[in-house]
């Protein structure tokens, strides 16, 4: 029999892990209203918006001061690409596949830039084996597993005294972990994840060492220019400086720095993450009580906080073939989403069937609170559609 409807909805239902929830209190008006639209983006008050957001977001995430911001078309996937394409072939590399964005770089690395490197791998759900990583080669990473709902434990497994460099994706650990920036030297992120901002544009963080690279290394790779790092056989110093590649939104240049101010009005960097860290302490208990579902992670040391990923442990959806989780998944989310309860967590499609519920600090502790009865109740209905007549 299907169990009742509970009576409290999220007020905010959003749970998608991209773009994330918007912050708290977000309308269009407040937070684009100064947006200098119609304006050319190399005006110089266009540019001095750009040029506050890059500040504020060095502010937020405490980046050290020698360290260079740089805009790049194409969210976190283009700044990824660039630094990649740029910089790598100067060292060995290794490459760390864990979750399907792992798998991605590592492609990139292998069949695209054809690069001799050493693929560390482990399946969904588990961490590779950090002790193989070789401070003397360049490794690509992602620190936090948007699709698996993995992340690496800390930055222990990187050397301080490393040769190589390492080139972090951390689109979905920004703004709610730690990120050691003593130990990453290329990191990249987009807007649209942990602070709800708009897609579109990705930002690269570089380190000295880097920039080192950019000017001592110039790969002999044709590079098209949404690529390109290098001027004149040298890292350009007008991208290290707040220039631009091509032409952005300045609603999204807005909308970010509208992010940044609620980021900084909130307590900063610690407030994001204790935010974080209690939604995550909300889900983590229903789940701990509920027979039905379990983190798809199961060493608690490496799952993911932002971005967590569930399977269906009931014997009965145990049994079930992937075609058929697929199915239950999908129902659950369909019911989910016609009550207004939860909007956008089915699992990533490269992922197995499932829900992925966004954690981060956007969203509000007690939404989460409200979701926990609503995901029970969408369980039971979907299940029992599935049932056999």
């Avoid at 957001?53 to 980046?63: D, H």
């Avoid at 482990?122 to 699709?147: H, I, Q």
């Avoid at 790969?219 to 952005?248: F, S, W």
């Avoid at 909007?343 to 992925?356: E, K």
């Amino acid at each position: 029999m299907t169990p009742p409807k509970p009576s409290r909805r999220p007020e905010r239902p959003w749970f998608s892990s991209g773009p994330t929830a918007k912050r708290p209190g977000w309308s269009p008006e407040g937070a684009l209203g100064s947006a200098l639209v119609g304006r050319g983006i190399r005006a110089p008050a266009a540019m001095a918006r750009v040029a506050d957001a890059l500040e504020r977001t060095r502010a937020v995430l405490e980046i050290p001061d020698e360290f260079k911001l740089v805009l790049i078309p194409g969210s976190d996937t283009g700044a990824m690409e660039a630094a990649m394409w740029s910089m790598l072939g100067a060292r060995r590399v290794q490459a760390l596949a864990y979750d399907a964005f792992g798998q991605i770089w590592a492609a990139d690395v292998l069949k695209h830039l054809r690069l001799e490197a050493e693929l560390l791998e482990a399946p969904f759900g588990r961490m590779a084996d950090l002790s193989r990583v070789d401070p003397e080669a360049d490794l690509v990473f992602v620190w936090n597993g948007t699709t698996a709902g993995v992340k690496v434990p800390s930055g222990e497994f990187i050397a301080s005294d490393r040769k190589g460099l390492t080139f972090c994706d951390a689109t979905s650990a920004a703004f709610a972990m730690d990120l050691p920036w003593d130990k990453l030297d290329v990191t990249t992120f987009s807007f649209q994840k942990a602070l709800g901002g708009e897609a579109g544009i990705g930002m690269a963080v570089l380190s000295p060492r880097a920039i080192e690279r950019l000017d001592a290394f110039t790969p002999d790779r044709p590079l098209p220019k949404l690529m390109r790092l290098h001027k004149d056989g040298r890292a350009d110093r007008d991208l290290l400086e707040g220039g631009m590649i091509n032409t952005y939104s300045l609603l999204v240049i807005e909308d970010w720095i509208d992010a940044l101010r609620w980021a900084a009005r909130a307590g900063g960097l610690e407030a994001l993450k204790r935010r974080t860290a209690e939604n995550f302490a909300v889900l983590s208990a229903w789940v701990e009580r509920t027979p039905w579902v379990d983190f798809f992670c199961k060493d608690p040391a490496i799952r993911s906080e932002t971005s967590v990923t569930l399977e269906f442990v009931d014997p009965k959806a145990k049994a079930l073939s992937t075609e058929r989780r697929a199915a239950l998944a999908g129902r659950l989310c369909s019911a989910l989403e016609k009550e207004g309860a939860a909007l956008d967590v089915y699992s990533h499609r490269m992922a197995p069937p499932g829900l992925r519920i966004w954690c981060g600090c956007t969203v509000e502790a007690s939404d989460l609170d409200a979701l926990t009865p609503w995901l029970d109740w969408a369980y039971a209905v979907a299940a029992a559609e599935l049932e056999p007549a």
